[in-house]
């Protein structure tokens, strides 16, 4: 499974962006995929995850500003990133679990919250 992700960029306090990562390869395993992000000095850690049926997890602190989403068809998973404030900023990577419990991983991307 190839995962490739798009979308970062620098974005003024209370801005929005969103994040797109198209998975290839064995994407037929795929169960869960989601976003994780590591801030400066700081350890990876989740933002957002759905599962194959559509069930959705947040870090308490993205809920209510962050929506994940998965169009299955398109074998890729958005992240629409709303009121974003300077501590959303850190590398988001996409990440993807198959039926085996194997991760795979994105090469990250950028998020800058700065005005």
């Known amino acids: 499974v190839q995962l490739q992700a798009s979308g970062g960029g620098l974005v003024q306090p209370g801005g929005s962006l969103r994040l797109s990562c198209a998975a290839s390869?064995?994407?037929?395993?795929?169960?869960?995929m989601g976003w994780y992000r590591q801030g400066p000095g700081k350890q990876r850690d989740l933002v957002a995850a759905?599962?194959?049926?559509?069930?959705?997890n947040y870090a308490d602190s993205v809920k209510g500003r962050f929506t994940i989403s998965r169009d299955n068809a398109k074998n890729t998973v958005y992240l629409q990133m709303n009121s974003l404030n300077p501590e959303d900023t850190a590398v988001y990577y996409c990440?993807?679990?198959?039926?085996?419990?194997?991760?795979?991983w994105g090469k990250g991307t950028q998020v800058t919250v700065s005005s």
């Open positions: 990440h993807a679990r198959d039926l085996r419990y194997i991760n795979y």
């Open positions: 390869g064995s994407i037929f395993s795929i169960n869960t």
């Open positions: 759905i599962n194959s049926g559509g069930s959705t």
